[in-house]
């Protein structure tokens, strides 16, 4: 079957399948009457709808509460989920799905990731740095470097070859990003019309609307310079753009990038992603960086460079890689079938390997390292020591917690095991949650998780004194207890 690739940047998330592209979905949602409009018919309805826009769930992808939070939107997770679900349907021929993720990134931020996909329809297979894969095509020599941007920020990824292309290090250089920036160059062209006709697109939701509507693909294929046009109220309004009129509104922003290139290598190269071209006053930007070495990659770089790379981020076991590091040598494409037929290995152990660097992990202990094991479970302000064989439904009943789901037996709920001071849950119950994601199999539980039984909120706790004693040396009787 075809393999299904996903370039996830917040601005527009490229889906494709074997290197072709289907489809463009920006990270937006918006919540209209109780209807979830997500990806390009939210960003289309943004302005309408400003109170329930959210565009940040892929930038902080957590599981913290948001504003405005409702029973069927409670965080970030939630839209992200919405979303994924959303591409799900271009992947239905696909039996593996490799996705290019930002250098920002942590364990954290992957781990629920996978978890999300985990949920959903889209088979995700692998995981690869996207700045990595879209310059492994251009065979890089010495230091690298990508400059990329995406809704809500602009970052610099570091990259050294020698014997193969790793990632060094990723940096903020701007906390702003295209979202700010279409912000500003769409309140300076409102202006321009307001000065030449005394229309204010701005002034009705429907108007402002089509302005942002048409600003990037006009940004994109004009660079900002040029006639822009709106028709509204069976009126027909123009006004003449260039970039004195829209590089002012944006010079803080450029200045911060303008600082970062400065403490470049000058012996590096610089790959610049496609997502910069167009934005007005940019390219001036670059030549007054006085930057060497520069290369413009192509809108589908980090597509092509997954195709053609394919065969050493397809995974030969069941652990997912975070691919950070790979040689430069193009394999022949083949599916993971002919994985002992030269393809690159995601066992770190193999000194055979092509992977020279990747951090493999399962969805469900990625973003649980270095957390503590629990000893209490807090229900109602009250904590509960944590016991094997746990009465939890009664425990909810004692709380006046007791509804559909926790007046039948405990055994309905869900079962707890405690092996080798690891605590683990297994639930076969749909309304049962742990972190808001549904319990598959046996599940670990870390200090500050949370189980969602219908209403009630169970969290999992530890007493100070017991995280001490849980950082002593591990006795020889119970050699795997965590240190």
Sequence with gaps: ?????????????????????????PAYAVLDSGKLLIGQPALESARLYPRWTN??????????????????IRHHADLALSHLEALAGGFHTTSEVLIAVPGHYGRAELGLLLGLANSTD????????????????????????????????????????????????????????????WERWANAIAAR???????????????EQQLFNRLPLWIRTQGGVGQFDLNFNDANYSVSINHSILTPSVSGIYDEVR?????????????????????????????????RNLVHLSRDAAIEGC??????????????AHVTALTLDKPTISSRSSAGNGAASNNLDNDD????????????????????????????????????????????????????????????????????????????????HLNDMPIKGLMPIYVGDRLIIDTALVTFIALISDLKANARPASNNNPEQVG
Aim: net charge negative.
């Design 1 to 25: 079957m075809p393999t299904g690739f996903i370039d996830l940047n917040d601005s527009g998330i490229d889906q494709a399948i074997d290197g072709q592209v289907i489809a463009t979905s």
């Design 193 to 207: 019309f307001v000065q030449t006709s005394r229309f204010d697109p701005m002034h009705q939701a429907e108007s």
């Design 259 to 291: 600082q970062g290139l400065s403490a470049l290598n000058p012996a590096a190269t610089l790959y610049i992603s496609h997502r910069f071209k167009g934005l007005p006053g940019f390219n001036e930007l670059l030549n007054q960086a006085s930057v």
């Design 55 to 72: 565009n940040r769930f892929w930038h902080q992808l957590n599981t913290d509460p948001i504003p405005n939070a409702t029973d069927l």
């Design 353 to 432: 390997t092509d992977l020279v660097s990747s951090e493999t992990f399962t969805p469900e202990s990625a973003a649980a390292e270095e957390k503590k094991q629990p000893t209490h479970l807090l229900i109602n302000h009250h904590a509960y020591p944590i016991k094997e064989k746990m009465d939890l439904g009664r425990l909810l009943e004692d709380e006046l917690l007791v509804n559909q789901v926790t007046s039948v037996p405990n055994v309905a709920i869900c079962s707890f095991q405690i092996e080798a001071s690891k605590l683990t849950i297994a639930s076969d119950n749909p309304q049962i």
């Design 122 to 181: 889209v088979p995700v297979v692998g995981l690869v740095d996207s700045g990595l894969i879209s310059i492994a095509s251009q065979a890089p020599e010495d230091q690298a470097l990508f400059l990329d941007i995406s809704l809500h920020n602009i970052t610099l990824t570091e990259y050294k070859v020698d014997g193969a292309l790793k990632k060094i290090n990723n940096h903020l250089i701007s906390e702003s990003g295209l979202s700010t920036l």
């Design 307 to 320: 195709y053609s790379f394919k065969q050493k981020l397809l995974p030969t076991n069941d652990r997912i």
